[in-house]
């Protein structure tokens, strides 16, 4: 209860109203359109366009990658992916995660996310 009454404090701090999107932007966490822009472009377009929106969004929002990766996470399991491409996601997901707690560069870990799901993408046999 203590964090909710914080981050309250400092959305009302900093906004005259206090709104989903402020909340969002005062936690540092990334709101369900940019996981739901994030998860469309992993799925859609083209590996360069990938790096780039997330990129751009962490640059512009201060988001952490490991908060989108578990929030990516959510989403992936809602989709209807076979299970073998859920199941090799979830793994490269959290071999990410491991290697951000290990220190290892954000923007090589973008584009190893990126890699990940272009491959499960386009990938025709078993994963």
Known sequence: ???VLNVLESCSLNYKEISQATVYE???RPSPSDVTEIFRSLTNDKFNQGVNIITDL???KSLALDDIIS???ISLMSTKLDNNRKMYLVKRMAE???RLAQGCNEKVQI???VGA???ARTFKGEL
Do not use: C, P, S
């Open 1 to 3: 209860m203590r964090k």
């Open 26 to 28: 005062v936690t540092g």
């Open 58 to 60: 962490i640059n512009k």
């Open 71 to 73: 929030e990516l996470h």
């Open 96 to 98: 990410i995660e491991h």
């Open 111 to 113: 584009a190893a996310l």
């Open 117 to 119: 799901f272009f491959l």
